[in-house]
Every structure is written in structure tokens, then in C-alpha cells.
């Protein structure tokens, strides 16, 4: 079981932790708004290991980020901790042609309580609060719109953005899974060519208003609907941004 306490002091939450919807919610935008989504260990050659431990070392103690096996893969760890009932999905991403990906390709969360709620904290811009997976309306959040439908095999997560069509964003199954089955697509995807976390190195956290980002020596800022773009000088001023913006301190190598 991990620390609670440390964790929560991580994502600067001081809220109620009885397990409750509320709490749920909470928590999940605290998380959002203190932890990145980041693939920085593994344009740093940095194994990611799945498990509890290994990732309380990285998340918590020394304050980064992580991509979906991890940050959701920890989350689970804490809301079990705070006597929720949680278990992890497996599920298939979307790409711009609604063609998806391979079983594990990523890993999402269902929470039980007297619903049953999707959570994620680690698909990047994204819900902020976690879903009810039993409603097929649509769930409201800010200007946008997600939705959980039935099809044949699957359920089906989509968003629609103000004004624009419904997009898929993954596909899942309610079949629980543990560590050792994400094993080996989290390898895959640190390793091989063709997986989009070795093609660039990224950066995303949300804000209260929008969302900052370093995609490369690009730093991408959104407050509502405005977007600014930065070309970064250097290697100092990318460190000084991950430092300022993210709070992450990488050591030299």
C-alpha cells in the first residue's frame, strides 16, 4: 500500500479522502493539475517498471511525471489506499482515422462505489473529472462533451469538442487486469520506432484555464481558447521550463 499522505501532499490535496464520488472527483483533478503526462524517461533510456513501489519512487518522491501504465497504474494504488475499489482496464486508442490500437495500448480505470466511474489521469487532454460509466447521455465538462456507448464488443469513449463532431477516443472492455498484463505493450511502447512516445519527447500538464506543454523545444500554453507557441533557445532555458512550469528537476547524465 502506498503512502497516502505523500501522495496526497504530491497532488496539493487537503480534501475529504472518505471514498465518495466527491472525493473521487477531487482527487482526480488534483491529480490532473499537479502531475504531467510525460515520456522523458524514455528518451532517457530510464526502464519504466511497473509497480507500486518503483513508481511511488518516481511520482512521489522525486516529483515527475509519467505516461498512462504509470500514472494511472499509481493512481489505482491511492485510491485503494483511501478504500476505493478500483480496477484497471485495458484499452484500444484512437487515431485521426477512428482506426485503434492493440489490446493494451493503454490502461484506464474503473472506480466501484454505488456507480461505477471511469477514471483516467493518464490520457493527457482529457476529462478532468471521471465519467459515470453507466450513463450513455452525454457527460458535460466545460465546453466540451464525452460519451460511453455500447458496441458489439467494446465500450466506446468519445469526445466532441465545442462546436465539432463526436471523435473515438479509446475503446475497453470491463475485464480486469493487473501490472503484469501491460508488461509487455509498456516495453513496446519505450523501445519501439514506430510507438509516438519515441518519436518526441513530451511534456503536459493541465492548468485551472487550459494546459501547458513542451513538445520538443516547443512550449505550448492554452488558456481557453487562446494558443501560444514558443520556440525554445536552448537546452538551459528547456531544464529552466521543465524546473518553472512542471517541477521537474532531470539529472545530468
Known amino acids: 500500500m502506498v503512502d497516502a499522505a505523500a501522495f496526497l501532499q504530491r497532488i496539493n490535496y487537503d480534501g475529504p479522502v472518505t471514498p465518495s464520488p466527491e472525493t473521487l472527483r477531487r482527487v482526480h483533478l488534483a491529480h490532473l493539475l499537479s502531475v504531467p503526462f510525460e515520456n522523458l524517461s524514455i528518451h532517457r ?52 482515422n477512428a482506426e485503434f490500437g492493440e489490446p493494451f495500448d493503454h490502461m484506464t480505470l474503473m472506480v466501484t462505489l454505488e456507480e461505477r466511474w471511469l477514471a483516467d489521469v493518464g490520457f493527457g487532454d482529457s476529462f478532468r473529472e471521471p465519467l459515470r460509466l453507466d450513463a450513455r447521455e452525454p457527460q458535460i ?29 479509446y475503446r475497453f ?14 516495453r513496446y511502447h519505450q523501445t519501439s520506432p514506430e510507438s509516438h512516445f519515441t ?13 501547458v506543454s513542451l513538445s520538443e523545444m516547443r512550449l505550448i500554453t492554452t488558456r481557453g481558447r487562446e494558443r501560444k507557441e514558443v520556440e525554445l533557445a536552448d537546452r538551459t532555458q528547456y531544464e529552466t521550463i521543465l524546473k518553472e512550469r512542471f517541477g521537474i528537476a532531470l539529472a545530468q547524465k
Open 173 to 186: 472492455t470491463l475485464e480486469p487486469y493487473g501490472f503484469a498484463d501491460f508488461d509487455e505493450m509498456c
Open 45 to 96: 533510456h530510464e526502464p519504466i517498471v511497473l509497480s507500486d513501489d518503483a513508481l511511488f519512487e518516481k511520482i512521489v518522491r522525486r516529483r515527475r511525471g509519467g505516461f498512462c501504465y504509470e500514472l494511472n497504474g499509481l493512481f489505482a494504488a491511492l485510491l485503494r489506499s483511501l478504500g476505493f475499489s478500483v480496477t484497471m482496464l485495458s484499452a484500444e486508442v484512437a487515431n485521426n
Open 141 to 169: 465538462q466545460g465546453d466540451d462533451a464525452f460519451q460511453i456507448e455500447d458496441t458489439e464488443t467494446h465500450l466506446l469513449m468519445s469526445r466532441r469538442r465545442e462546436n465539432g463532431d463526436w471523435e473515438p477516443q
Open 199 to 211: 518519436q518526441k519527447r513530451i511534456c503536459s500538464l493541465a492548468t485551472l484555464d487550459g494546459r
